[in-house]
């Protein structure tokens, strides 16, 4: 697998990572993934960081996934994922309340970050035991949120009617939401260790952050797209438990980032690394050979010889 990866994949994920990086707007996240070096005897921890963009032209508003594999969750990680030596990232990037994002911030003035709405909510589902009625009214206020984006997803609603319809609709429930936790912040009768006390405190950090999703119709009001890009990957690590080592974690990454990607094109990801294989060996390598290689590159391949045939 890490042959396979070398000799032919890493060239056409180098590809991807840099075409990512020309967007003005990406989603990231990290997840938690053990490693064990050969001889170790026990595990280690390593993390699979993910970025994502999405689409809207495609029916879940899916686009392409990387992830990148990384032994720590530092702030230098952000630096390897959203920087190559021909690209780095500008624009806006929408993730958790990580302290990191927001120390890599600080160091990019050319970085907008933006929060996540799906995390707010979580927070809050946690702390429902705490002042249930309380606790209810916040997961209501944040549910209408979601019931106006279903809409819009039903409709197809293109950038401008959504932004529209979130300043009408939407952005009232922000403002009412934001006196409510002001107001109860001010009171001091919530416990700040208690699960609702941290819920409140996660929400007023990031507030200026989930503003700005209604604001432009192009943004996601929350990081789960990238999510359900993670999910898989957690699901295998119930049957395969951990990495086999350190460096076996970026092979894995590079062949998640192109598996992922055509899964979330609807294209076959076997028969498509049949053709990466079948085909590859037959060209001389360049470095802009490997941009006809890409999931999205097959996709337009299969599309083209889809319209000949009904020509034909």
Not at 29 to 44: H, M, N, S
Request: net charge positive; hydrophobic share 35%.
């Amino acid at each position: 697998m890490a042959d396979l990866s070398d000799d032919y994949l890493s060239g056409v994920y180098r590809t991807m990572h840099d075409e990512m990086l020309s967007e003005e707007y990406l989603q990231v996240d990290e997840t938690p993934i053990e490693y064990l070096d050969p001889g170790g005897g026990k595990t280690q921890q390593g993390y699979l960081w993910t970025l994502s963009r999405p689409d809207h032209k495609s029916t879940d508003g899916r686009g392409d996934i990387l992830y990148q594999w990384h032994a720590s969750r530092a702030t230098t990680c952000l630096e390897s994922l959203l920087q190559t030596p021909r690209k780095t990232f500008c624009g806006i990037l929408q993730c958790d309340g990580y302290q990191a994002y927001e120390t890599y911030r600080k160091q990019r003035k050319d970085v907008e970050l933006i929060g996540c709405w799906a995390h707010v909510r979580r927070k809050f589902f946690e702390a429902k035991d705490h002042k249930p009625k309380l606790t209810a009214w916040f997961l209501r206020q944040i549910q209408n949120l979601y019931q106006i984006e279903a809409q819009l997803r039903q409709r197809r609603a293109g950038p401008a009617e959504r932004e529209r319809v979130r300043i009408s609709q939407s952005l009232p429930i922000y403002r009412r939401l934001g006196k409510a936790l002001w107001k109860i912040k001010a009171a001091r009768h919530i416990l700040p260790k208690s699960n609702l006390g941290k819920a409140i405190d996660y929400a007023l950090g990031q507030w200026p952050k989930l503003e700005r999703c209604f604001m432009d119709g192009q943004l996601e009001i929350d990081n789960n797209l990238i999510e359900n890009g993670i999910r898989p990957t957690k699901i295998g690590a119930k049957n395969w438990l951990f990495m086999g080592s350190e460096t076996a974690g970026q092979t894995n990454a590079i062949w998640f980032t192109l598996i992922e990607s055509c899964r979330r094109r609807k294209l076959d990801p076997w028969k498509y690394l049949v053709w990466i294989f079948e085909e590859l060996p037959k060209v001389k390598v360049s470095k802009s050979t490997f941009a006809s290689y890409t999931p999205a590159a097959y996709a337009q391949k299969l599309h083209a010889e889809s319209r000949a045939l009904k020509v034909s």
